[in-house]
């Protein structure tokens, strides 16, 4: 039961009782689709209707057993690290790049290394593909890493960036005042206390390869399927009950990156408090 405080005005209080009937309305229909398909995940039989026949976790044994899901499966874990460390290691650099005092043209700079947040991934897989092919970077996985650790970059820019913007640079001169060196500075001092920001970004990093398909159907030959691009494949070829498997661990994932970044953004405020 809500309750708002006595000064508050009948008209007041139905307005905000219907501002949140509204927004929990706007939740529940964009999580409508989702509620809907992970109990078809269950489904004894291969029909996607209401009511189920029978609950079965064959379809969850399929994505298991099967080689070409276990293969997509190995792949995309391969992939999706791989680009995210990549991804971390360049944007932590950017992000320190971007936040000296010194530099000129930061906004230029910062709009170059955000752009393939804003670019459409059909753009950015036909350029990767043109760019990448006279290298020898397409039909294999370490194409695949490198693409998709460019798209993971402006994640940890944009948490590193944001972490930075709040970091006391009285530690580091103090650090330097006692005769360390920039790189112990940084690893000892910085590093530390902008971790939450690194792991943030490197959790969208990581989130967004294993989602993506665009750029692996451009880049990854016929036995280096990610699971999106074998969920895409079953969707076109043979729609099964084991897509919809594959969906509700992809949707847990999901809830799980979200629970990871809230308890980052839990740490990094109370570091921020002891730092300043």
């Not at 990448?132 to 695949?144: C, E, K, R, T």
Request: aromatic residues 10%.
């Amino acid at each position: 039961m809500l309750k708002f405080p006595a000064y508050v005005s009948v008209w007041g209080a139905l307005g905000r009782y219907a501002h949140v009937a509204f927004s929990l309305g706007v939740l529940v229909f964009l999580l409508i689709p989702i509620l809907v398909v992970i109990p078809l995940s269950f489904n004894s039989e291969p029909y996607f209707t209401y009511p189920m026949a029978g609950v079965s976790l064959r379809w969850y044994e399929e994505f298991i057993s099967r080689p070409e899901w276990r293969l997509a499966l190995t792949n995309t874990l391969i992939v999706g690290i791989s680009s995210t460390l990549l991804a971390c290691v360049l944007g932590v650099l950017a992000a320190l790049g971007l936040m000296h005092p010194r530099l000129k043209g930061g906004a230029v700079v910062r709009g170059l290394l955000l752009s393939p947040m804003i670019v459409p991934f059909i753009i950015t897989a036909v350029g990767v593909y043109f760019a990448f092919s006279p290298l020898g970077l397409v039909n294999n996985l370490f194409g695949l890493v490198v693409a998709h650790a460019a798209l993971g970059v402006p994640f940890v820019v944009v948490s590193v960036t944001a972490t930075l913007a709040g970091f006391n640079e009285n530690l580091t001169r103090a650090g330097r005042s006692l005769g360390a060196s920039p790189l112990r500075v940084f690893m000892s001092v910085k590093l530390p206390l902008i971790a939450p920001g690194v792991i943030s970004g490197g959790l969208f990093a990581f989130a967004t390869s294993f989602d993506e398909v665009v750029v692996a159907i451009f880049l990854a030959s016929g036995d280096q399927r990610t699971v999106p691009r074998e969920m895409w494949s079953g969707v076109r070829e043979q729609l099964s009950p084991t897509i919809l498997a594959v969906a509700t661990v992809l949707v847990v994932m999901s809830a799980l990156l979200l629970i990871s970044l809230e308890l980052l953004r839990r740490r990094t405020e109370r570091l921020r408090g002891i730092a300043g």
